[in-house]
Nanobody, 115 residues
Framework: QVQLVESGGGLVQPGGSLRLSCAASGILFNSAAMGWYRQAPGKQRELVAR???????NYADSVKGRFTISRDYAKNAVYLQMNSLKPEDTATYYCNAVNLGINYWGQGTQVTVSS
């Protein structure tokens, strides 16, 4: 059974930082493309960052230079370090895995940026 379990969300002030974690099980993590998506109320889910292999990454323009995606093969985990957070980053963040052509999703973790 595939599980993607996110953690690390919460309430943070503008300019602050958060680190999201996603623990993956039940997939071939070594060959999976991993990503983070987000969805704000009334908006479509959008790609935030993706990592393929050890270090091939891409980011949404809105988060470039502020967010960093990384993965730990020993822990089957992927992370999203978010710095200089803005109110417009407020959303539910979802971990995504693409493994053997199949998309998998976590349950989401809420990030709220507000003073």
């Amino acid at each position: 059974q595939v599980q993607l379990v996110e953690s690390g969300g919460g309430l943070v002030q503008p300019g602050g930082s958060l680190r999201l974690s996603c623990a993956a099980s039940g997939i071939l993590f070594n060959s999976a493309a991993m990503g983070w998506y987000r969805q704000a109320p009334g908006k479509q889910r959008e790609l935030v960052a993706r990592i393929i292999g050890h270090s091939s990454t891409n980011y949404a323009d809105s988060v470039k230079g502020r967010f960093t995606i990384s993965r730990d093969y020993a822990k089957n985990a992927v992370y999203l370090q978010m710095n200089s957070l803005k109110p417009e980053d407020t959303a539910t963040y979802y971990c995504n895995a693409v493994n053997l052509g199949i998309n998998y999703w976590g349950q989401g973790t809420q990030v709220t940026v507000s003073s």
